[in-house]
């Protein structure tokens, strides 16, 4: 028995060193290759909770910190942007401007769905 934030897990050492190598490949079955597991026993893990939960887990901490290291560069990829307005080619500023109001719009929009969610929570909360 393993230990992973000081609770207990039934996962073997062999699926804890499996699971890096299963969650930074693009498919299963390159990871798989990677961490020495045939897919067949892989599958078979992934009919185990714990397994499914901790492999859950880490590839959601891969793409955390994926997401974070894209959010360091969003000011420089909006500066890119906004200056291709300023290119002599009309079409690739026509598309770049087209990109910026989708961009905004997009946004508007899940900022109005999220409003309207908070107030369709707050509504079914009140009635329980």
């Not at 028995?1 to 039934?10: A, L, Q, S, V």
């Not at 893990?45 to 492999?55: A, H, I, N, R």
């Not at 290291?69 to 002599?88: C, F």
Request: proline share 2%.
């Amino acid at each position: 028995m393993i230990r992973i934030n000081d609770e207990k897990t039934e996962l073997s050492d062999r699926q804890l060193k499996a699971i890096p190598f299963i969650v930074s490949s693009p498919t299963y079955t390159e990871g798989c290759k990677k961490a020495e597991v045939d897919r067949k026993t892989f599958y078979e893990w992934l009919k185990q909770p714990e397994f499914k939960t901790e492999l859950d887990r880490q590839r959601d901490e891969i793409t955390a910190d994926a997401f974070n290291v894209l959010s360091q560069s969003l000011t420089k990829a909006v500066d890119a942007l906004v200056g291709l307005l300023d290119h002599k080619d009309d079409r690739l500023k026509r598309l770049t401007a087209k990109d910026i109001i989708d961009f905004i719009i997009r946004h508007k929009e899940n900022e109005d769905l999220d409003r309207r969610l908070t107030e369709v929570e707050k509504r079914l909360d009140n009635k329980i």
